[in-house]
């Protein structure tokens, strides 16, 4: 028998469309590495605009991405609160949007020119995402650094 909408796990696209929790502080999102660290498992790590990754990362190699990811973020957003990232669930997380300090726009979407996240860490197999700017070249050169592409 064929399962309903109401009966399936919700794909990778209707998650990343629901509902976030942001993270607001910077304390918070020590808390927030922290636990995805401890969470003994392997995360898909996604720089919109570049090639979806197709295996997740864990251990050092993902401990080494997190502290990589926050020095950005705290070097470029210069202010004394986060505000930049989401996740689904802060406790217990599976999938975390992190827009980049420097194309920031309306990530609500309520300019009418939605933009998305530049980095998603994600416990299911990511799906392209659409990103009608272009990549900063320091960004893609970071990126590459960090992941030897």
Same mark, same amino acid.
């Not at 910077?26 to 660290?37: A, E, G, S, T």
């Not at 080494?64 to 669930?89: K, P, T």
């Given at each position: 028998?064929?399962?309903? %909408?109401?009966? @399936?796990?919700? &794909? +990778?696209?209707? @998650?990343?469309?629901? !509902? +976030? ?5 910077? #304390? ?26 197709? %295996?997740?990362? !864990? !251990?050092?190699?993902?401990?080494? %991405?997190?502290?990589?990811? =926050?020095?950005?973020? @705290?070097?470029?957003?210069?202010? =004394? ?5 989401? %996740? ?11 827009? =980049? #300090?420097?194309?920031? &726009? ?9 933009? #998305?996240? /530049? ?11 659409? =990103?009608?700017? #272009?990549?900063?070249? !320091? /960004?893609?050169?970071?990126?590459? @650094?960090? +992941?030897?592409?």
């Amino acid at each position: 028998m064929p399962l309903n %909408a109401a009966d @399936r796990e919700p &794909g +990778f696209r209707e @998650r990343l469309d629901g !509902g +976030f929790h942001g993270i607001l502080r910077w #304390p918070q999102l020590d808390q927030l590495w922290q636990r995805v660290k401890e969470s003994g498992g392997e995360w898909y790590l996604y720089q919109v605009g570049e090639a979806v990754p197709r %295996a997740p990362i !864990g !251990g050092e190699r993902l401990e080494s %991405a997190i502290g990589e990811l =926050d020095r950005l973020l @705290r070097h470029d957003h210069h202010y =004394d609160y986060c505000g930049i990232v989401y %996740a689904d669930d802060p406790r217990d997380p599976t999938l975390i949007k992190v827009y =980049d #300090p420097n194309n920031l &726009g309306s990530s609500c979407g309520c300019s009418g020119v939605r933009i #998305p996240p /530049r980095w998603i860490l994600s416990r299911m197999p990511p799906e392209p995402i659409e =990103d009608h700017g #272009p990549t900063p070249k !320091g /960004r893609s050169r970071w990126w590459q @650094r960090l +992941f030897g592409g």
